[in-house]
């Protein structure tokens, strides 16, 4: 073994040589950096921070034939497990005086444990200052300044904080970090902490060290009151970050949970007086995404002010969701369903939104934006972008992004012939049951509010693969449960061998495959088989996933699988400006007809179907809403 280590030493001070020789010789191209020569396949693990002019390399080189005697020594007996060298490979970075680092040359390790090696004592010292930040940058630890915009709001407080604590718990977060809340309202940061805490939950792995955790993530947690226009009220939160993070590679970054009208000055304030000196600096934009086009180009205007288009994550939580991530899984990693993903087997998609509760008293705030701005135009969109998407050439995000981008721009103008709308009215109770309100009864609604509270679109993509597939839409709140669903229906089997055998309706026969996104996230196909026995009866049976039987793992909420991927930099499932203004540029016209003819909606009872016209406007493309006979909508 110190055979092998006084070779490698003869090399270093063999390559100081060279290196000198090159500078005599004037030479200071590219080609010279590459010195001292590799041995080639020779592997190299551990790395040094200590550093040497090139005149120092023969120092070096009697320190560690010195090391290497006492390390064989040291084998002797057995100690040494056989590898080759009995020693790890090790880096040194040279230098010479008024320099940059030079590339590493190879140099004897420690026969032991991690360090560096004193070049005037020969002996090995631990050294464990030199770390790797998350940047890539040698040398100096990094930290992360989570900063929640709006930290006393709903937001914040129901999902926000719970996610970033199943973080903490799970270990995803980075070993050095804060989260710093921001709001107008005046509270100490124990007082925060103490409010905070009654809405985190060890949900996963529930109650090992649970406590613990809950008290080293509160530790971590700090607030810091101020106007959301206020640049003094943003420069001492900075100042705040600055003392935390002491010294190290500051990544920075800014949830805005918050109205949409204060998001630019709030984002202005944010970049221009709280950004990383040394990191990166990143804003996730929580949805409503304007109201309309025009909207949504100004909202994207005022914060490209100070911040560019890599900076900005529009956050759609319902794409965090587990079975929308799975939707390309599902799709581009199964050959089985690759051919039948078309026009030519695939009859219609439907897409289905559904919640069991009314407005709650948000009836302000929903009424200003509607179902269809709320639901549809971002969520169920997206979700049928990722559907109808041609396979990327590759899972990088950008690639992702411009396949959902070709199918919005391929999609068809919305005709109001394609549109139902309608409104929740009180239902009394009956057999024990409560009365329910209708919309108009909240106190927060505008009185002959024509809002819909419910929508049901067909939707059209004019390309190769979907021309003359209908997508429906249909998204409601206070109906008779809570479920979100994507349902493929395939078309009739040609020639229908089996057709005395269905019954009348072969509707009922058709194969099918739902996703369910929540609750209870399953995947199931629709098939026919026969029924056992002597005689010949078909029945629709189903091959069912089950998330719950099959996998037994608490599913991540959607925020953690975002916020996670903020701090990593992966944009995948976050929305593009030019994905933002397709979208909206095919809602706008639908929402100015609506509300320039003052159309009235349909109203349905609380806790029903919806109304009569969802039902027409499927048998229009000759389907039937395919969750009708499961006690669907």
Known sequence: AWRVWIGRARAVGTAAGQRRRQGRSGCRDSSCAAWPARRPARPRVAAWSHTATAPGAMALARAARAAARRGARRSLGGANSGSRGGGVVARRQLRRPGEGPLQAAVAPAPPSGEGSLDASSGDFAVDRSARMSSDGKAGTASFLSFVVVGASGDLAKKKIYPALFALYYEGALPEDFAIFGYARSKMTTAEFRDRIALTLTCRIDAGVECGNKMDEFLDRCYYHAGGYDSPESFAELSVEMGEAEEGRVANRVFYLSIPPSIFVPVAQNAANLCSSPTGYTRVIVEKPFGRDLESSRELSKGLYQALTEDQIYRIDHYLGKELIENLMVLRFSNLVFQPLWSRDSIRNVQIIFSENFGTEGRGGYFDNYGIIRDIMQNHLLQVLALFAMEQPVSLNAEDIRNEKVKVLQSMRQISMDDVVVGQYKARKGKDGFPDKPGYLDDETVPSGSLCPTFAALALHIDNPRWDGVPFLMKAGKALNRRLVEIRVQFRHVPGQLYRP???????????????????????????????????????????????KGEYNEELPDAYERLILDAIKG??????????????WQLFTPLLEQLEQQEVGPELYPYGSRGPIGAHYLAAKYGVRWGDMGEGGL
């Open 570 to 583: 992966d944009k995948r499932l976050f929305i593009r400006s030019d994905e933002l203004d397709e979208a």
């Open 501 to 547: 055998h269905h019954g009348a309706n072969l509707d009922l026969a058709t194969n099918e495959l739902v996703i369910r996104v929540q609750p209870d996230e399953a995947i199931y196909l629709k098939m026919n088989n026969k029924v056992p026995g002597l005689g010949l009866r078909l029945d629709s049976t189903k091959l069912d996933l089950q998330y």
